[in-house]
Each structure stands twice: as structure tokens, then as C-alpha cells.
């Protein structure tokens, strides 16, 4: 499978502040990488598809320029939340599909918690 | 949009049997259909995965049977363990590369 890391694995920050949260695919190249949200004791929510060299997509619902995605190479892409929330304290995970590969495979996470 | 339903939500099972989890889906795409495990506070990690044009896949411990017709799919513990104890995802596709994740079940395996 693929390793995936993620960081930072925690952060706590003031509402109204931007916080980043980086994501590397360590041993395979990801053109695709996918960006999901989850709430305690909740499903994994699709943020958006993460695509390096263009733009992400995102999913019905998320806010775009709330939640900033850039994929500057095949291992990198980063999410930036702006103007962070408290109801934006959740759970921020990523995951790449190397090609070739038939599933996604998931970073660590990152909690996120907005006071 | 794919839609899946998981089920059951809990799962409780003593030492030594059987787990088992099912999950329904919509659409049909040709592409693989898995399921995750997940501890608290850590992503999922991918448990087993299983292509639509095979009925049966084993892992060890872990099997997942594919009904295409029926559109479901469950996967199967055997002799489960208290370290078995997480939160199960099963999970379908949608779209390029994309998935739809179930509802999740947490299963307590029974010392």
C-alpha cells in the first residue's frame, strides 16, 4: 500500500486565524489526492479532489474559498482553512489512489480544533 | 451521486466468532469496492478490497462476498478478536477515482 503523512497531526488555533495542513504521499507520485472532513462519530465527508498542476474540485456544499487547495507537486497538497471557525473543529484527512492501484489509501489525520 | 447504507451501525461479538458487516449501494462502476478499519483518533486504514466481477475475496482473517445483482457486498471477520475492535467503513465508487463512504460500524469484540 501507500504511506501517507500528514502534519500537523493536532492544531489549535483562534477563530478568525488561517490554519494549514499538509499532506505527502512518501512513496508513490499522486496526481489525484482527495481531501475529507469527519465529525466525531461520523462517516468520512468528501471535501474535494486535489490535482496537481490545476484546479481542485469540490464537492457540493464545501466552500472553496474557505478551504484553499493547492497541489504544487506529486507528493504535496496542502488545505488551508481561512478564517477558521469553531465549527470547523473536526477531523481533516487525506488520501491518494496511486495509479495503478485500486483504492485510496489514507494519511493519519489531522484534528483540528477552533476556539 | 452513489448512495450507501451500512449496517449494522454496532456490532458486538464475543471472542472467537463471527463479524458481520453490510453495506448496499446504488450506482454500479466498474471499479474496486472496499473497506476501511478505523482506530480513534487515526485515519482509516484500508482492511480489503474486492473488483465488482469477483464474488469473493479472502485476506486472512477477512473476506468480503460481492453481490453485484443485489448491489450489496458484507464483509466477514472470523474469529474476531478484541483487537479487532474499531470502526468498519465499507465504501463504493462514485465518480472518477472517487468514493461514497458508508455509515460505519463500530464492532466490540468481547475478551
Known amino acids: 500500500g501507500a504511506v501517507v503523512s500528514q502534519h500537523p497531526s493536532w492544531v489549535i488555533c483562534k477563530s478568525g486565524t488561517s490554519v494549514k495542513i499538509e499532506c505527502r504521499s512518501l512513496?508513490?507520485?499522486?496526481?489525484?489526492m482527495f481531501w475529507y472532513r469527519q465529525f466525531p462519530k461520523q462517516s468520512l465527508m468528501l471535501m474535494a479532489t486535489?490535482?496537481?498542476?490545476?484546479?481542485?474540485?469540490?464537492e457540493q456544499g464545501v466552500e472553496k474559498d474557505k478551504f484553499l487547495i493547492n497541489h504544487a507537486s506529486l507528493t504535496l497538497s496542502t488545505l488551508t482553512v481561512t478564517s477558521a471557525h469553531p465549527e470547523d473543529s473536526s477531523f481533516y484527512i487525506c488520501?491518494?489512489?496511486?495509479?495503478?492501484?485500486?483504492?485510496?489509501?489514507f494519511g493519519p489525520g489531522t484534528r483540528l480544533l477552533v476556539l | 451521486q452513489q448512495q450507501v447504507k451500512q449496517s449494522p451501525q454496532s456490532l458486538i461479538v464475543q471472542k472467537g466468532g463471527i463479524s458481520i458487516i453490510n453495506c448496499a449501494y446504488e450506482?454500479?462502476?466498474?471499479?474496486?469496492f472496499p473497506w476501511y478499519q478505523q482506530f480513534p483518533g487515526k485515519g482509516p486504514a484500508l482492511l480489503i478490497a474486492?473488483?465488482?466481477?469477483?464474488s469473493e475475496k479472502k485476506e486472512g482473517r477477512f473476506t468480503i462476498s460481492f453481490n453485484k445483482s443485489a448491489k450489496q457486498f458484507s464483509l466477514h471477520i472470523m474469529d474476531s478478536q478484541p483487537g479487532d475492535s474499531a470502526t468498519y467503513f465499507c465504501?463504493?465508487?462514485?465518480?472518477?477515482?472517487?468514493?461514497?463512504f458508508g455509515t460505519g460500524t463500530r464492532l466490540k469484540v468481547l475478551a
Open positions: 465504501a463504493a465508487p462514485s465518480g472518477t477515482y472517487k468514493y461514497i
Open positions: 450506482n454500479t462502476a466498474f471499479d474496486y
Open positions: 486535489s490535482n496537481e498542476g490545476s484546479k481542485a474540485t469540490y
Open positions: 512513496d508513490f507520485q499522486a496526481t489525484t
Open positions: 488520501s491518494v489512489r496511486p495509479a495503478g492501484m485500486g483504492t485510496q489509501y
Open positions: 474486492i473488483r465488482p466481477d469477483v
